[in-house]
């Protein structure tokens, strides 16, 4: 079946430094991703919309200048987070699918800034 | 008009039992309603999803009841088992090509 990847699965960092996060969907071609963040015990955010040869949309409250989004190709999107501090630490996650958007999560980006 | 009310927020159910989930909305514009399971540390799974024109839709151990008038639907697990323990989440979005809004999220115990 229908498969999104994410690398890396965990990464610590220090603070003032940039992590990108990669999203693939493995065996489809994915023109729409979502990326969501996750803290312990809470459900998911929805932080932005990746669309391919595109800017990405921005929810409500999340800065674009820090979380940079790039969908370069059908089946890579990317997020990167810039000059991460603490609070930046969460679970990160990203969606795609084939009949709706909402089919194939990753597997999830535990980012750690120390 | 956006969220999505789910309960209970934990759920303990013994080996065999019925689990039962549910989830409220407001926006009648949704169309489109996914359960999804997640373990700890991994991403969420689609688990099962139904469409406002049935009321029913059952797959294996998994059924989700919906009541259109009453902007309400569940997820009830059958013969629950201790590999179910899991968060759940009820989810809606209105297009199958629209974000998705996320219920807060149950914690399910199953146990021996």
């Known amino acids: 079946g229908a498969v999104v990847s994410q690398h890396p699965s965990w990464v610590i960092c220090k603070s003032g430094t940039s992590v990108k996060i990669e999203c693939r969907s493995l065996?489809?071609?994915?023109?729409?991703m979502f990326w969501y963040r996750q803290f312990p015990k809470q459900s998911l955010m929805l932080m932005a919309t990746?669309?391919?040869?595109?800017?990405?949309?921005?929810e409500q409250g999340v800065e674009k200048d820090k979380f940079l989004i790039n969908h370069a190709s059908l089946t890579l999107s990317t997020l990167t987070v810039t000059s991460a501090h603490p609070e930046d630490s969460s679970f990160y996650i990203c969606?795609?699918?084939?009949?709706?958007?909402?089919?194939?999560f990753g597997p999830g980006t535990r980012l750690t800034v120390l | 008009q956006q969220q999505v009310k789910q309960s209970p927020q934990s759920l303990i159910v013994q080996k065999g039992g019925i689990s039962i989930i549910n989830c409220a909305y407001e926006?009648?514009?949704?169309?489109?309603f996914p359960w999804y399971q997640q373990f700890p540390g991994k991403g969420p799974a689609l688990l099962i999803a139904?469409?406002?024109?049935?009321s029913e839709k059952k797959e294996g151990r998994f059924t989700i009841s919906f009541n259109k008038s009453a902007k309400q639907f569940s997820l009830h697990i059958m013969d629950s088992q201790p590999g179910d323990s899991a968060t759940y989440f009820c989810a809606a979005t209105a297009g199958t090509a629209s974000k998705l809004t996320f219920g807060t999220g149950t914690r399910l115990q199953v146990t021996l």
């Open positions: 065996d489809f071609q994915a023109t729409t």
């Open positions: 969606s795609a699918g084939i009949v709706t958007w909402a089919e194939y």
């Open positions: 139904i469409r406002p024109d049935v």
């Open positions: 926006n009648t514009a949704f169309d489109y």
């Open positions: 990746s669309n391919e040869g595109s800017k990405a949309t921005y």
